[in-house]
């Protein structure tokens, strides 16, 4: 099968598009193929058609009163993880790379060949490192949040 990479791309977004902006964009193109007008500039046009669109918009937006907002949209909050959850998942990545390491080399006839063997071995890697760590794991995530406890005042003071 061959497979030509602009054509099928450029179908597949035509595919995704909204079919009333797809017709609208295929007529545009076809009223320029068949004007014989010079590409460029009209390219030029219509990019400064769009740039001015988009400028007032953009004023219209500014103008408008913000509804309970002070500085413009509301920000969202995003609530970190607990500081547990962060070393625990750090002391997965740790496990799984010491796993992975005492993996055997010469797999094949487990894993595979070539790149799909070394991703199939580095996803039991990761797996296993994950749940050596949900239980008590070897301390790691432990050491670090004694080390760094968590409250309102710790915030400030890592480092």
Known sequence: MIVTATPDLVLD????ADPVT???ATAKLDALKSSDADFAATMDAEVG???????????????????????????????APASGEVYRKFEAF??????ETMLPKESEQVFGKGTAGGVWKSMLAEQLGAQLAKGKGIGI???FAAAHPAGPDAS????
């Open 13 to 16: 977004v035509l595919d995704a």
């Open 22 to 24: 797809q017709r609208a």
């Open 49 to 79: 058609k769009a740039k001015a669109a988009a400028a007032d918009q953009f004023a219209t937006k500014i103008s408008e009163p913000q509804s309970g907002a002070v500085n413009g949209a509301p920000v969202q909050v995003i609530k």
């Open 94 to 99: 740790i496990l799984q790379t010491f796993v």
């Open 141 to 143: 995530a432990k050491q």
């Open 156 to 159: 400030g003071k890592a480092g």
